[in-house]
């Protein structure tokens, strides 16, 4: 994001106009604003850059009057999500503080058709970066709002993966959403059931322990962490495009996996082909070690369940390894290799996800012991 009175690279140019505090509106149903003590499940991303969303919409009001919208109704939405509004506690303890300052909302102005962007299938990720904020040291969350002098808004935001993984993340968007679309007014029947941020519902012994060797391991000068900021990816110089399948490819890939006695999901159907087709256009010998990463809700597999209206990460990391070459073999059996190691794992995950709870401290993906090809989400 460029700063105010700046241009940005991306698109032919983007200058921010404004930038405001929000704050969340204190109702009578806003929680106390305590010290949150993060999780194992927090922490585990202790390490990761600001994640980063944009929402494109082709059809919107002028910037000034959607912006007046979306600052009224995001300051009720985080009146039930406070931990956004927070930041991380200046302590040798992973916690989110609250000291009263809200979140930074900019507004932009982009010049040109927002449809330059959003009718492509190949991602202009230079053009996408400059409509994301970036995400202040310490701070968990940033939104910024982009006009187009062609029409259309832009709505991106960053936020710390240590406050929220992505179920999370989205039920505070969807919340903000029906907020402002009811026009900034907090209904009884918009506000839902209360958000649960009480990490201490998690039952694992070993837990703190746990978190205090992930700091070790993945952010050993922490917390000065959260005196550095970086909203940029490492990974920008990749190529990123959208791939549709339809539900005709989706049963096709079921129907190929024919040596499986269980029936396959949609899920592991399509990740299985991801693996599959990443192998082969890394031309890898058959004899080399490749790993599949996804990451499992653990919410309703936890003893007992969180439910779904805790809010924070709980999402463990799984690995499937397997060779090359039995993943590639034709006529089906290679997808089906695929399918049946990835179901059970999800197995796995089913039925105690806390078991290996040991493994999940790796320093470094090369620990894993292979060549790391996806990663995805199983709910």
């Given at each position: 994001m460029a700063s105010p009175g700046e241009t940005s690279g991306g698109l032919d140019r983007i200058r921010v106009t404004n930038v405001t505090r929000v704050c969340?509106?204190?109702?009578?149903?806003?929680?106390?604003?305590?010290?949150?003590?993060?999780?194992?499940?927090?922490?585990?991303?202790?390490?990761?850059?600001?994640?980063?969303?944009?929402?494109?919409?082709?059809?919107?009001?002028?910037?000034r009057s959607a912006s007046h919208s979306l600052i009224s109704s995001l300051?009720?939405?985080?009146?039930?999500?406070?931990?956004?509004?927070?930041?991380?506690?200046?302590?040798?303890?992973?916690?989110?503080?609250?000291?009263?300052?809200?979140?930074?909302?900019?507004?932009?102005?982009?010049?040109?058709?927002?449809?330059?962007?959003?009718?492509?299938?190949?991602?202009?990720?230079?053009?996408f970066r400059s409509l994301v904020p970036d995400l202040e040291a310490g701070e968990l969350l940033a939104v910024q709002v982009t006009g187009f002098t062609g029409g259309g808004?832009?709505?991106?935001?960053?936020?710390?993966h240590l406050a929220a993984d992505g179920r999370s993340i989205w039920?505070?968007?969807?919340?903000?959403?029906?907020?402002?679309?009811?026009d900034g007014v907090m209904k009884p029947e918009l506000a839902g059931a209360a958000v649960v941020f009480d990490r201490s519902l998690i039952v694992c012994p070993s837990g703190d322990s746990i978190s205090?060797?992930?700091?070790?391991?993945?952010?050993?000068?922490?917390?000065?962490?959260?005196?550095?900021t970086s909203s940029t990816d490492a990974s920008a110089d990749l190529s990123r495009k959208t791939f549709v399948l339809t539900s005709g490819n989706i049963k096709s890939l079921k129907e190929r996996a024919t040596s499986i006695p269980t029936k396959v999901s949609t899920f592991v159907a399509i990740v299985s082909h991801i693996w599959i087709t990443a192998i082969q256009a890394r031309k890898l010998n058959h004899e080399d070690t490749t790993i599949?990463?996804?990451?499992?809700?653990?919410?309703?597999?936890?003893?007992?369940?969180?439910?779904?209206?805790?809010?924070?990460?709980?999402?463990?990391?799984?690995?499937?390894?397997?060779?090359?070459?039995?993943?590639?073999?034709?006529?089906?059996?290679?997808?089906?290799?695929?399918?049946?190691?990835?179901?059970?794992?999800?197995?796995?995950?089913?039925?105690?996800?806390?078991?290996?709870?040991?493994?999940?401290?790796?320093?470094?993906?090369?620990?894993?012991?292979?060549r790391i090809f996806a990663t995805c989400e199983v709910t």
């Amino acid at each position: 994001m460029a700063s105010p009175g700046e241009t940005s690279g991306g698109l032919d140019r983007i200058r921010v106009t404004n930038v405001t505090r929000v704050c969340p509106e204190i109702t009578s149903t806003t929680p106390q604003p305590n010290l949150i003590k993060l999780s194992f499940f927090d922490v585990l991303w202790v390490g990761m850059p600001p994640m980063t969303r944009l929402l494109l919409y082709p059809s919107a009001p002028p910037l000034r009057s959607a912006s007046h919208s979306l600052i009224s109704s995001l300051s009720l939405a985080l009146s039930r999500f406070l931990p956004l509004s927070g930041s991380l506690a200046a302590s040798d303890e992973a916690e989110i503080a609250f000291s009263g300052d809200g979140i930074a909302f900019s507004e932009a102005e982009a010049e040109g058709d927002i449809g330059r962007i959003a009718n492509h299938d190949v991602y202009d990720w230079e053009a996408f970066r400059s409509l994301v904020p970036d995400l202040e040291a310490g701070e968990l969350l940033a939104v910024q709002v982009t006009g187009f002098t062609g029409g259309g808004l832009a709505l991106g935001f960053a936020f710390s993966h240590l406050a929220a993984d992505g179920r999370s993340i989205w039920s505070f968007v969807e919340s903000w959403a029906k907020i402002c679309r009811a026009d900034g007014v907090m209904k009884p029947e918009l506000a839902g059931a209360a958000v649960v941020f009480d990490r201490s519902l998690i039952v694992c012994p070993s837990g703190d322990s746990i978190s205090r060797q992930f700091i070790k391991c993945l952010a050993p000068s922490y917390p000065l962490l959260r005196r550095h900021t970086s909203s940029t990816d490492a990974s920008a110089d990749l190529s990123r495009k959208t791939f549709v399948l339809t539900s005709g490819n989706i049963k096709s890939l079921k129907e190929r996996a024919t040596s499986i006695p269980t029936k396959v999901s949609t899920f592991v159907a399509i990740v299985s082909h991801i693996w599959i087709t990443a192998i082969q256009a890394r031309k890898l010998n058959h004899e080399d070690t490749t790993i599949l990463i996804f990451n499992a809700d653990c919410r309703d597999r936890l003893q007992p369940p969180l439910g779904p209206n805790f809010f924070g990460n709980c999402v463990k990391v799984c690995t499937v390894k397997a060779v090359s070459g039995e993943l590639i073999k034709g006529g089906g059996h290679g997808l089906s290799f695929a399918c049946m190691a990835l179901q059970e794992e999800i197995r796995k995950v089913g039925e105690n996800p806390l078991e290996d709870l040991e493994r999940w401290v790796m320093c470094s993906p090369g620990e894993l012991g292979g060549r790391i090809f996806a990663t995805c989400e199983v709910t």
